[in-house]
């Protein structure tokens, strides 16, 4: 692991470095967190704009009611008990 190494070469420098590493790490994270809600916002915008290109009927034939039709199969044995479980019956 490289943790422990860091922590080692930190312990080894004097307090102000140690301050300056502080402060550079500090801003690795926020750039990181920047980077990664910029991600989020771009990812956002693309479904928002997706979603305006589907009319309401397209919307409704997609998503509505009836859409996931013959899509989801139950077999016929589903009320059946699981011969698994049949030692605690």
Same mark, same amino acid.
């Given at each position: 692991?490289?943790? $422990? ?7 080894v420098?004097? /307090?102000?470095? =140690?301050?300056?590493?502080?402060h550079?790490v500090?801003?690795?994270? /926020?750039r ?14 693309e ?5 305006? =290109?589907i009319? $309401? /009927?397209?919307?409704?034939k ?5 859409s996931l039709?013959g =899509?989801?199969i139950?077999s016929?044995?589903?009320?059946e $008990?699981?011969?698994d479980l049949a030692?605690?019956?």
């Amino acid at each position: 692991m490289i943790q $422990p190494t860091l922590l080692k070469k930190l312990e080894v420098l004097p /307090e102000s470095l =140690q301050t300056e590493v502080l402060h550079y790490v500090e801003f690795l994270l /926020e750039r990181h967190l920047r980077n990664r809600t910029s991600n989020l916002l771009e990812i956002q915008q693309e479904l928002q704009q997706e979603l305006q =290109q589907i009319t $309401p /009927e397209e919307a409704e034939k997609r998503y509505g009611y009836g859409s996931l039709k013959g =899509q989801i199969i139950m077999s016929d044995d589903f009320d059946e $008990p699981l011969e698994d479980l049949a030692e605690y019956m």
